[in-house]
């Protein structure tokens, strides 16, 4: 596997989608349950037995499907990450429950992302939301699909080309910032949607909305599985200078950035 590029990963979308399903049916009994453990990171972000449990059966799922291929989850732990990964081919990026915050409060827009970067660009994706039943998934080449059943009922996805009039905006739910208020204000959008987690790239990517603007702080595997399926479907993520979006960086941290259904339109103008 170390020698293949990014076309050759379409035998590994079903496994990865069957993980990612498998870790949600280990998420869901801990969903609204009295038996939840949550603790605190040092950067005071919660975390869950739910989180760890997907990890724990999403790492060793992939160590299995590919064992020459690292893997880096949100809760692998401060040693993998960093300059380490700059030699790595290529790398499987986690994150076992993205939405933490949204999967404590009871909201249903939690999701398991699984993403496989070749060199510094995501070339395959899975995105699932267990608790609404949602599966998306893309890998390059490919295509961008979307499931409410399995694998097997999947459509395709696509982006909506040009945006729609007015603009529909998506954000992060719990991350109200005035750099995202002025940039959607320099649109001329009274209204946005609010959306947790991942799912914001998917609806993108399933021409529901038009673009996504973070000016706050995420890192690598809160937008490289989402990023897939967004690609995959004909839609970007670019940084604040219309750079596309990378990866394996010496930091996890990610910079601000656009993701956006239509590359063509300059969504860089309403920047101030």
Same mark, same amino acid.
């Given at each position: 596997?170390r020698?293949?590029?990014?076309g050759?990963?379409?035998?590994?979308?079903?496994?990865?989608?069957?993980?990612?399903?498998?870790?949600?049916?280990?998420?869901?009994?801990?969903?609204?349950?009295?038996?939840?453990?949550?603790?605190?990171?040092?950067?005071?972000?919660?975390?869950?037995?739910?989180?760890?449990?997907?990890?724990?059966h999403?790492?060793?799922?992939?160590?299995?499907?590919?064992?020459?291929?690292?893997?880096l989850?949100?809760?692998?732990g401060?040693e993998?990450?960093?300059?380490?990964?700059?030699?790595?081919?290529?790398?499987?990026?986690?994150d076992?429950?993205?939405?933490?915050?949204?999967?404590?409060?009871?909201g249903?827009?939690?999701? +398991?992302?699984?993403?496989l970067? $070749? %060199?510094?660009?995501? #070339?395959l994706?899975? !995105?699932h =939301?267990?608790?609404?039943?949602?599966?998306?998934?893309a890998?390059?080449?490919?295509?961008?699909?979307?499931?409410?059943r399995?694998?097997?009922?999947a459509?395709?996805?696509?982006?909506?080309?040009?945006?729609?009039?007015?603009?529909? +905006?998506?954000?992060s739910?719990? $991350? %109200?910032?005035?750099? #995202?208020?002025r940039? !959607?204000? =320099?649109?001329?959008?009274?209204?946005?949607?609010g959306?947790?987690s991942?799912?914001?790239f998917?609806?993108?990517?399933?021409?529901?909305?038009?673009?996504?603007?973070?000016?706050?702080?995420?890192?690598?595997?809160?937008?490289?599985?989402?990023q897939?399926?967004?690609?995959? %479907?004909?839609?970007a #993520?670019t940084?604040?200078?219309?750079?596309?979006?990378?990866?394996?960086?010496?930091?996890?941290?990610?910079?601000p950035?656009?993701?956006?259904g239509?590359?063509?339109?300059?969504?860089?103008?309403?920047?101030?």
């Open positions: 596997m020698g293949e590029t990014s050759d990963v379409s035998r590994l979308i079903e496994p990865a989608v069957r993980l990612a399903r498998e870790a949600g049916s280990i998420i869901l009994p801990l969903f609204r349950s009295q038996r939840l453990k949550v603790s605190y990171k040092s950067d005071r972000t919660p975390v869950t037995d739910a989180d760890h449990a997907a990890h724990a999403i790492v060793s799922g992939l160590m299995r499907l590919t064992p020459e291929i690292p893997v989850s949100e809760e692998s401060d993998l990450h960093g300059r380490q990964r700059a030699g790595w081919p290529q790398h499987w990026l986690v076992p429950l993205d939405g933490t915050r949204e999967f404590i409060s009871g249903d827009e939690f999701t +398991v992302n699984i993403a970067i $070749h %060199a510094d660009r995501p #070339v994706g899975v !995105v =939301a267990p608790a609404k039943g949602e599966m998306h998934f890998h390059r080449g490919g295509g961008a699909f979307f499931s409410r399995g694998l097997d009922a459509e395709k996805i696509g982006v909506r080309q040009p945006p729609s009039s007015p603009l529909r +905006v998506l954000a739910r719990s $991350h %109200a910032a005035s750099a #995202v208020e940039y !959607v204000g =320099a649109m001329g959008v009274t209204r946005r949607r959306v947790a991942s799912l914001k998917c609806l993108i990517a399933r021409g529901e909305a038009d673009v996504y603007p973070r000016m706050g702080p995420t890192s690598e595997w809160d937008t490289a599985a989402g897939a399926v967004l690609e995959c %479907a004909g839609g #993520v940084d604040l200078k219309g750079r596309p979006f990378r990866y394996r960086k010496p930091s996890t941290l990610n910079p950035f656009i993701a956006c239509d590359p063509a339109y300059d969504w860089l103008q309403y920047l101030s």
